[in-house]
């Protein structure tokens, strides 16, 4: 049982391996992607098995391509869409879509990432208030601190109107963890 795992595998390695993806090109389209095992030539050569073995300059001349160019583009604002053989680079390159963002959608987006944020800190409040009651002054005090900083960035998410300013708007990793350490005199 252990050899024929050993074979399944390096059977799987050879045929899938670490190779480059190779993209075969006919007027100048993409007609198939990846090298069959066993192809015949245009002259009518057939090869069994060992198709993937020919030479690089045997498979160019049979119309396969291998480089892939990645177009410069905005990531923000632009995303990388169909895949297309581009007969001047000679390569496969991307059509770079414009993204279409909805002001409303992004403003979904990062309510949800805000009440992801205070969510963590709901599971720390309570244990605080387990162990320390609810009459307790400086816990009272960050629980208020959390809730002013809730309300001020919803009021901020709910003022922006431009898709810039929503995209470039972000909950800080750092002034979470700020608001953590208010929390630490009350943790275990």
Do not use: C
Request: charged share 25%; net charge negative; hydrophobic share 40%.
């Amino acid at each position: 049982m252990k050899k024929l795992i050993i074979l399944i595998t390096l059977t799987l390695f050879v045929f899938t391996g670490f190779s480059q993806t190779y993209y075969k090109i006919e007027n100048d389209s993409i007609v198939k992607i990846g090298l069959p095992l066993s192809d015949s030539l245009s002259d009518g050569t057939y090869y069994y098995g060992n198709y993937r073995n020919l030479p690089d300059s045997v498979l160019y001349a049979e119309g396969w391509r291998w480089d892939v160019v990645v177009p410069e583009h905005d990531s923000i604002h632009q995303r990388l869409g169909e895949r297309y053989f581009d007969p001047e680079l000679d390569a496969i390159t991307y059509q770079v879509d414009t993204i279409i963002y909805n002001v409303d959608e992004l403003k979904a987006n990062l309510k949800r990432d805000l009440s992801r944020a205070i969510d963590e800190f709901a599971v720390i409040i309570t244990k605080a208030k387990l162990l320390y009651g609810d009459d307790n002054a400086e816990l009272n005090a960050a629980i208020e601190e959390i809730r002013t900083m809730q309300r001020q960035t919803m009021q901020a998410i709910n003022s922006f109107t431009t898709v810039d300013q929503l995209l470039n708007f972000r909950i800080r990793q750092e002034d979470i963890d700020y608001f953590k350490s208010l929390f630490e005199p009350f943790t275990l």
